[in-house]
């Protein structure tokens, strides 16, 4: 069986497939795990640069998350917000742990074989020699439909399913500065540039000897500020951001400029509006799509870390019932 993307979405079906026994590769084109669960390595120390915490509505993720805060892998803030620990990606680098997973693999569309098997292509390694009877696309809807084109009803399923861009800044002030406080929350919100604020180096931190000790915030835009101005340059991007960030100040002295100021643009951040259904399972074809790009239809159903994880989990759990 073949999973690509090992994003939170790809990693959880190749690791129920594996625990049931199945053969299970898993295709990432980037060079480690973890998709938006993203971690950036800066010099001024690590920044949660995709998601920065993530919710937990339904009980079976709650009772997941609370596994693997007792193995540390994860931690929730006061104000109930997880993330992975001691960095966003570590959470992905434990669960790829023991899974066959071949890294800087960008797989192209697939060839359906006449015997129904698939045979896969990458971009940096050209035709793979082994066949595989189970293609599982768990890779944002845009990545997912030239993937799944031999499929009708994960096309028409996944065709109206887009993510938004998010703009996202790194900012860092070195051990000793006056750094700033951090920006009402409620002051972030009016802002029609900004999303969040959010002091990565006070939430979880990192692993204390990698540490500098610099404070770092990551400041994510709007959608609406991201897709209008998803063009621009990342310096435009850094001057337009902390412009906005300097109208939500707290009252007082002027900030000290950051020293370290470094923008990062999202194409498909988060789907506002993503397919019914927790995944979708071609059993003609054995073919799969799963991801944040499912579980809608409830009207304020979970957020995107925790639609992944029980997509992965029900596309999984569908390959294995029809096995
Ligand atoms: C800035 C930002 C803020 C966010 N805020 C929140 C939040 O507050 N709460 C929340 O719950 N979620 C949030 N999210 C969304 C959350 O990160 C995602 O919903 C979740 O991580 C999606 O997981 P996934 O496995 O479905 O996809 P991904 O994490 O995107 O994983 C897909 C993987 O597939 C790989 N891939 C793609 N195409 C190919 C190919 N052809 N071949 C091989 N590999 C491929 C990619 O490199 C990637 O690693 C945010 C994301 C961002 C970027």
Redesign the pocket.
Known sequence: MAV???????LVAARVLADAGCAVTV????RG??????TRRSEVGPFH???????AQTAAFRETLAAWQAQGWAAADAAGRWAGRPTMNALARQLAEGLVLRTE????PPQRKADGSWQLA?AEHGTLPEPFDVLLL???AE?ARP?CADSPSLLQALAGVHGQP?W?LMLGWPPGAAAPALPDAARVAASPVLDEVVDVSALHGAAPAADPGWQRWVL?ATAAWSTAELERSPEDAVAALLAALQTVAEPGPPWPAPAHAVAHR?RY???AEPAAGACGWDAALRLGS????WGGGAAAGP??????WL??RALAQAVLAGA
């Open positions: 690509v993307g090992a994003g939170i979405a790809g295709f990432e084109k980037s795990p973890g998709g938006r669960c993203a640069h995709g998601v920065a915490g993530f919710g693999h960008t797989v192209r990458t768990a890779v944002p990545q993937l998010c996202t994510h999202w951040a988060q789907v799963c991801g944040d790009a957020e995107g870390v925790e639609r992944a997509s992965g």
